[in-house]
């Protein structure tokens, strides 16, 4: 396969919402994710070949990379970034163990996405990495994998990596990986990028410290209330009821994200940060994900970017960024 460059898009989480801790060490999810035009970038050089049992003196199916007999042909790079274990890495492995074919080549990730921020950095990477793994297979004769084959793969890399798979808004359930198609129009938004990184799993440990005793019922009716705020957007838009430019000011009355009083606890400032978005304009100042990535959404690109000078005037460090605007089957965004 000829060497290729490919976008890895960063998302926020407009909506948010986190049930009771399950046995299993996971919670159940309410999201409305988002994808950005803010990017991470692979530059991806990938050949594959048949897996042969002379590769590793066996007969049997291909050992795993890391693992006695395994070897790992595929480097992956990110440039001023310390990648030990990552998700990339993780993608090839799948994909070759699924495929029985042998992938060789490089990976360079360049990082645009900042990491630890809530903005799904990693799991944007390995999303792109497990597509351009799986064409490289199929371009050099393999087995294609169908797009439910690489859902089940991403769902094993991580809750948010399904979502990267499919352009466009998603309303997102379960542990994040079962999704629906969410359509928006074009938004635009400020990042206010993070000073410090925030561990996810340290978020919701703290997040469940201050979660008080919702039961899985409850939680149940709370989803399906702010389920039909959504849709009922999603109706109007669609239906003409509701013009682009008042799209931010509606999903302002109904945005919510369940994490920030944990953040908020763990990083005080994020509290000011909200404040500076709402003062500068922002119909919607909240915290993506897990944090600390805190955004501002505006009625137009203008008053975006006339907001991003001034938060940047002040101190912050900002990136003007859009939600990618969902596109009706059939209609070519470049007509």
Same mark, same amino acid.
């Given at each position: 396969m000829k060497p290729?460059?490919?976008?890895?898009?960063?998302?926020?989480?407009?909506?948010?919402?986190?049930?009771?801790?399950?046995?299993?060490?996971?919670?159940?999810?309410?999201?409305?994710?988002?994808?950005?035009?803010?990017?991470?970038?692979?530059?991806?050089?990938?050949?594959?070949?048949?897996?042969s049992p002379a590769?590793?003196?066996?007969?049997?199916?291909?050992?795993?990379?890391?693992?006695?007999?395994?070897?790992?042909?595929?480097?992956?790079?990110?440039?001023?970034?310390?990648?030990?274990?990552?998700?990339?890495?993780?993608?090839?492995?799948?994909?070759?163990?699924?495929?029985?074919?042998?992938?060789?080549?490089?990976?360079?990730?360049?990082?645009?996405?900042?990491?630890?921020?809530?903005?799904?950095?990693?799991?944007?990477?390995?999303? +792109?990495?497990?597509?351009? $793994? #799986? /064409?490289?297979?199929?371009?050099?004769? &393999?087995?294609? !994998? %169908?797009?439910? =084959? *690489?859902?089940?793969?991403?769902?094993?890399?991580?809750?948010?990596?399904?979502?990267?798979?499919?352009?466009?808004?998603?309303?997102?359930?379960?542990?994040?990986?079962?999704?629906?198609?969410?359509?928006?129009?074009?938004?635009?938004?400020?990042?206010?990028?993070?000073?410090?990184?925030?561990?996810?799993?340290?978020?919701?440990?703290?997040?469940?410290?201050? +979660?008080?005793?919702?039961? $899985? #019922? /409850?939680?149940?009716?709370?989803?399906? &209330?702010?389920? !039909? %705020?959504?849709? =009922? *957007?999603?109706?109007?838009?669609?239906?003409?009821?509701?013009?682009?430019?008042?799209?931010?000011?509606?999903?302002?009355?109904?945005?919510?994200?369940?994490?920030?009083?944990?953040?908020?606890?763990?990083?005080?400032?994020?509290?000011?940060?909200?404040?500076?978005?709402?003062?500068?304009?922002?119909?919607?100042?909240?915290?993506?994900?897990?944090?600390?990535?805190?955004?501002?959404?505006?009625?137009? /690109?203008?008053?975006?970017?006339?907001?991003?000078?001034? !938060?940047?005037?002040? =101190?912050?460090?900002v990136v003007y960024?859009?939600?990618?605007?969902?596109?009706?089957?059939?209609?070519?965004?470049?007509?």
């Amino acid at each position: 396969m000829k060497p290729q460059l490919v976008r890895a898009p960063a998302k926020v989480n407009l909506l948010l919402l986190v049930g009771p801790l399950q046995p299993d060490g996971y919670h159940p999810l309410l999201s409305v994710m988002a994808p950005l035009t803010l990017a991470d970038e692979l530059e991806v050089d990938l050949t594959a070949e048949p897996h042969s049992p002379a590769d590793d003196g066996s007969c049997g199916p291909r050992p795993s990379p890391g693992v006695a007999g395994g070897a790992r042909r595929v480097v992956v790079t990110c440039p001023g970034v310390a990648l030990g274990a990552n998700l990339v890495d993780r993608a090839v492995d799948l994909v070759e163990s699924e495929t029985g074919w042998i992938l060789s080549g490089s990976i360079a990730i360049r990082k645009r996405i900042p990491m630890a921020a809530g903005m799904g950095g990693g799991s944007s990477d390995a999303a +792109a990495a497990l597509i351009a $793994a #799986a /064409e490289a297979v199929r371009v050099a004769g &393999g087995p294609p !994998l %169908a797009r439910g =084959g *690489l859902a089940q793969l991403a769902a094993r890399l991580g809750a948010d990596v399904p979502f990267f798979l499919t352009p466009g808004c998603s309303l997102a359930r379960g542990r994040g990986e079962v999704l629906e198609p969410f359509r928006l129009p074009r938004q635009y938004m400020v990042l206010v990028l993070p000073e410090e990184q925030l561990s996810t799993r340290a978020v919701y440990a703290a997040y469940d410290t201050v +979660a008080g005793n919702e039961t $899985a #019922a /409850e939680f149940h009716h709370r989803c399906e &209330g702010f389920e !039909l %705020a959504w849709r =009922g *957007l999603e109706t109007r838009w669609l239906q003409g009821e509701v013009a682009d430019q008042d799209v931010a000011a509606k999903v302002g009355e109904i945005a919510h994200n369940d994490l920030e009083s944990a953040a908020y606890c763990m990083v005080p400032d994020l509290t000011a940060r909200q404040k500076a978005l709402k003062a500068s304009g922002a119909h919607v100042a909240m915290m993506s994900g897990s944090g600390p990535t805190m955004f501002g959404l505006y009625p137009s /690109e203008q008053a975006a970017v006339r907001a991003a000078v001034q !938060l940047e005037k002040v =101190g912050y460090q900002v990136v003007y960024a859009e939600v990618e605007e969902w596109q009706a089957a059939g209609v070519d965004p470049s007509a």
